[in-house]
């Protein structure tokens, strides 16, 4: 009788310990998530004098997965004039964490200029039209003016120190080579892809890689290519998402809202598929290696 409840009294001290450390866990990852996953505002020195604001914003774009394309400044100031000003503007849509510089309009100078701002709240709401989500940081006329005018990164200086990405606005636009695999109609679908994949070029090919077999051209059929085993792929960066990889082979290459990933555990035993979504990417960065 004593044993077993020395057995049940050791049960229940352990179950007591698991519940206080799994709590203890989840208390400590909440508390990462609080100190180091919540979206981050930073004001930033504008280059441009006036009405232009100058600001970063860090999300996990993993986690919310949204395009973000609107800045609003609110002042709510009771106890002088004006006592409310608000000005808000759209800028183009970023997929993740960004700095940039937008023309606010006069609003901006009068919301900055308003009487009795050291007893104002300022509201700064940065927001996904498209999604409907908006994040919201608050904080007091004086602190507000302070980080505005003690701002000591510009919008290129934070890109580089964060290591993000530039505004999508200043950049030259992307060369995307000719392809002679885009066919230039389907009777009663459009353009598509001329690909081994697509049954509706799939005579054309007759088993090949990836070149047309003889039709119109009158050319001997070429030989059926032998399949290959892939050691290692990957994708460089400069993906433009067109999704072109996931439609050929879905098993290994998944699209996400800025960029392409390899999926874990991809079937690599299908080269020629592999080498299929290489061809077909416009930017060429998808890249393998054979198996030896």
Known sequence: MSTSLIAMGVAIFLVINLVIGLAALSLLFGTFETLFGKPKLTI?????????FAFGFKWNSSKEPVKINSIGLRLFNPFGNPTQVEVSKTFDAK??????????????IELLGAQNFDFAVVQVVIQSTKEGIAWQFDMKGPKFRKL???ASLSVDQFIKQKTLDADKG????????IRSFIA????????????????????????TSGAPAAGASGAAPAPAAENFKIAK????PGCIVCNACEDIYKD????LADTCIIRPNAPLDDGL??????EACPVEVIKFTKAS
Do not use: C, H, Y
Not at 44 to 52: E, I, P, V, W, Y
Not at 273 to 278: D, F, G, S
């Open 44 to 52: 930033l020195r504008a280059t441009q004098s006036g009405n232009f």
């Open 95 to 108: 997929t993740s964490s960004f700095a940039t510089e937008v023309d606010m309009g006069p609003g901006f």
């Open 148 to 150: 505005v005018s003690e």
């Open 170 to 177: 200043s950049k030259p636009p992307i060369d995307i080579p």
């Open 184 to 207: 230039d109609t389907v009777p009663g679908k459009g353009s598509q892809l001329a690909i081994p994949t697509n049954p509706a070029f799939a005579a054309q090919f007759a088993g």
């Open 233 to 236: 792929v990957w994708i460089e």
């Open 252 to 255: 290994v290459f998944e699209v």
């Open 273 to 278: 598929r592999v080498q299929e979504a290489a």
